[in-house]
């Protein structure tokens, strides 16, 4: 995107950390005038943390679907875990 800041911020991952990328359409996924959101998206990674990446992106679109009440997404949705070994 021209003109677009990005900040770099290094983090340290230790084995058995999970990454999640993620686009717009799942915390802006919406039922009515609400929007799933970040901390929502925070909430379940949290509460799932134990669970294996393949499962856990499963429960999240099941998670998403039940909230929107919808099984279908109005924007654009990518989702990738990542396990560190």
């Known amino acids: 995107i021209p003109d677009t800041d990005y900040t770099e911020s290094p983090i340290q991952l230790t084995s058995g950390d999970k990454v999640f990328l993620f686009t717009d359409g799942i915390v ?3 039922c009515g005038d609400e929007i799933y959101g970040e ?3 925070m909430e379940f990674l ?3 943390r ?3 990446v393949p499962q856990l992106i ?3 679109i099941d998670s998403v679907n039940t ?3 919808s099984e279908h997404f109005e924007d654009d949705v990518c ?3 990542l396990n560190v070994l």
Do not use: I, P, S, W
């Open 28 to 30: 802006e996924a919406a």
């Open 39 to 41: 901390a929502r998206l």
């Open 46 to 48: 949290q509460e799932n």
């Open 50 to 52: 134990g669970k294996a």
């Open 58 to 60: 499963d429960n999240l």
């Open 67 to 69: 909230f929107t009440q």
């Open 79 to 81: 989702l990738v875990g």
